[in-house]
């Protein structure tokens, strides 16, 4: 059965350019009428900060910095979360923070100047 369909359809050449006429067409007005954003604005509530040290393993990074660090962001209101990762000599830390803080750029520069 599926056989009979396929071959009517390619038997019949014009009822194939329709049919591809009609999908380019359908394709046409939805690029043209439909509205689309592709870069939205927004402000992402996170930020990502970093800690070099020079000489220190990454059990003494882990004890002298990062648990001090992770403390005082976590101390702020506005704060969701904390990932840390620490490679050789460096801490990483991706702080999240809710999406309905009121001002989180001045977190953001408060956390830098710590």
């Known amino acids: 059965m599926k056989n009979l369909k396929l071959e009517v359809?390619?038997?019949r050449k014009w009822l194939l350019v329709?049919?591809?006429?009609?999908l380019l067409a359908q394709g046409?007005?939805?690029?043209m009428f439909i509205p689309k954003q592709?870069?939205?604005?927004?402000?992402?509530?996170?930020i990502t900060m970093?800690?070099?040290t020079?000489?220190?393993?990454?059990?003494q990074i882990d004890?002298?910095?990062v648990r001090d660090v992770e403390q005082y962001i976590m101390s702020q209101q506005q704060v969701e979360s904390v990932y840390t990762s620490i490679v050789y000599d460096k801490a990483m830390?991706?702080?999240?923070?809710?999406y309905d803080a009121s001002d989180w750029i001045k977190l953001h520069h408060k956390l830098f100047q710590r």
């Open 28 to 31: 046409i007005y939805s690029m």
């Open 9 to 11: 359809l390619f038997h």
């Open 93 to 98: 830390f991706s702080v999240i923070f809710s």
């Open 18 to 22: 329709l049919v591809f006429g009609l």
């Open 63 to 65: 004890t002298f910095i």
């Open 54 to 59: 020079i000489g220190l393993s990454v059990d």
């Open 38 to 46: 592709t870069m939205p604005n927004m402000e992402t509530p996170y």
């Open 50 to 52: 970093s800690v070099e």
